[in-house]
């Protein structure tokens, strides 16, 4: 049987596909699964989603999949979305630190950005040549309304796309946290934010952004070249690593007056982010003395705030100047 609705454009294989770029733990797996049931059981096409990540459950990239076409087409294909329609980048850090993800961006592309910072400056980072750009701030709203920001994100992916009908997604995100009917208001409330918040602008190409041909991003490390059995032939190699994108909108924040250097905080940070220096403490004893914390490596879990037994950390919506003023790097690690 046809679809009724119809897809607003398809490659050549009469796929509409979408690539969403995450970091564990922002909810870009689920989301592609709420979409991909809206499109299917909602709208009535068919379609598929997968993800592929690490196994880390959060601080490592994700990367998911979502493709539809008519009902009446079989999907033969699970290979990675290369030249999406739609592109959804989790976190604004995640092109900031130069990841590759808006390989594959055409003037068919429209591409979705979690962020703080205004369109223009986005469309600049990305160097979007045309197509559609869209800014929403999904963490900001997300901490609002108590959701998580991958509800926000499927709002502004339902707007964008001009084919998701609100309700099927909806249904869709009622479906998913129906064990958790609490959270459901303030999701829905965050989703139709998203809808409505997002800012969103077509370009055409311009001289400032001549028009490239899309490159096909080449891993640096894939079948054909990895080390035999997959080992690790450059050990240290997470010191250099940001966990900015992991965190979704709160971060611990440390007051020295308060602290007794008993390092509870120090033994439940899983990504070892407290500075310490021998000094002396506030009673005038000697010894390992909390500086404070290394923002770089902090993914926002907020077990440091749980174990320390004084009001030393406490949780705090997050604030980039904040962040940037209150680092505190470790040894050797003092350039930002
Ligand atoms: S929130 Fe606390 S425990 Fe979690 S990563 Fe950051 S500093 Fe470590
Ligand atoms: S747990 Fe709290 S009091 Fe103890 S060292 Fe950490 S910040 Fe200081």
Redesign the pocket.
């Known amino acids: 049987m046809a679809t009724k609705e119809k897809l607003p454009k398809t490659h050549d294989n009469g796929f509409y596909e979408i690539r969403m770029e995450s970091i564990g733990g922002l909810g870009a797996n689920v989301a592609g699964k709420i979409f991909a049931e809206a499109g299917v059981l909602g709208m009535g096409f068919n379609g598929v989603t997968f993800s592929s990540y690490g196994a880390e459950k959060k601080g490592s990239p994700v990367k998911t999949f979502v493709r539809f076409c008519d009902a009446r087409q079989a999907i033969r294909i699970a290979a990675p979305v290369e030249f999406p329609h739609l592109l959804v980048v989790f976190h604004d850090t995640l092109i900031a630190t130069g990841m590759a993800v808006t390989h594959g961006v055409t003037h068919e592309t429209t591409v979705i950005v979690n962020t703080r910072h205004p369109l223009a400056q986005v469309r600049e980072q990305v160097g979007l040549c045309g197509g559609g750009l869209g800014v929403v701030d999904a963490i900001g709203i997300a901490v609002e309304e108590k959701s998580r920001p991958n509800t926000v994100l499927l709002g502004a992916m339902t707007r964008a796309s001009g084919f998701m009908d609100p309700d099927a997604v909806r249904k869709a995100i009622a479906t998913e946290l129906g064990k958790y009917p609490k959270m459901l208001k303030g999701n829905l409330r965050a989703f139709d934010r998203g809808y409505r918040e997002l800012e969103l602008e077509e370009f055409a190409c311009g001289l400032e952004h001549p028009p490239e041909p899309p490159p096909r991003y080449v891993s640096p490390l894939g079948y054909e070249n990895a080390p035999m059995g997959g080992a690790v032939v450059n050990p240290g190699n997470t010191a250099f690593r940001d966990l900015t994108p992991s965190r979704i909108g709160y ?2 924040h440390f007051f020295p007056e308060e602290c007794i250097n008993d390092g509870h ?1 120090e033994y ?4 070892y ?2 500075v310490w220096e021998p000094g002396v403490d506030r009673k005038g004893k000697k010894g390992m003395v909390n500086k404070g ?1 290394d923002y770089r ?9 749980e174990a320390c037994p004084t009001t030393a950390l406490r949780t705090a919506v997050e604030d980039e100047e904040y962040v940037k003023e209150h680092t505190v790097p470790q040894l050797g690690r003092e350039e930002w």
């Open positions: 971060i611990p905080c439940t940070c899983p990504d982010c407290f914390i490596y902090c993914k926002g879990c907020l077990r440091c705030v």
